[in-house]
Nanobody
Framework: QVQLAESGGGLVQPGGSLRLSCAASGIRSTIYTMGWYRQAPGKQRELVATVTSNGRTNYADSIKGRFTISRDNAKNTVILQMNSLKPEDTAVYYC????????WGQGTQVTVSS
């Protein structure tokens, strides 16, 4: 059974930083993409960033230069380092693994507010 365990959300002031972590278990394939998506109240879920098993990254335009995604294949872990956070970054952030099948974590709340 595939499980994605997220951690690291919380409340931060504008301009602050947060680090999200996601550990995957139960995935047999070694070649798959992991990433982060987010969903703000009243909006559709949207891509934040993804990273392939060979390290190729893809970022949404809205977070380029502020967020960095990284991956530890040995630990099946993906990290999202979020800097210079803005109120519009407030959302539930979901970890995703794409092996050809899509798997989702339960989500972690990120709130950017003064």
């Amino acid at each position: 059974q595939v499980q994605l365990a997220e951690s690291g959300g919380g409340l931060v002031q504008p301009g602050g930083s947060l680090r999200l972590s996601c550990a995957a278990s139960g995935i047999r394939s070694t070649i798959y993409t992991m990433g982060w998506y987010r969903q703000a109240p009243g909006k559709q879920r949207e891509l934040v960033a993804t990273v392939t098993s060979n390290g190729r990254t893809n970022y949404a335009d809205s977070i380029k230069g502020r967020f960095t995604i990284s991956r530890d294949n040995a630990k099946n872990t993906v990290i999202l380092q979020m800097n210079s956070l803005k109120p519009e970054d407030t959302a539930v952030y979901y970890c995703n693994a794409n092996t050809g099948w899509l798997y989702w974590g339960q989500g972690t709340q990120v709130t950017v507010s003064s």
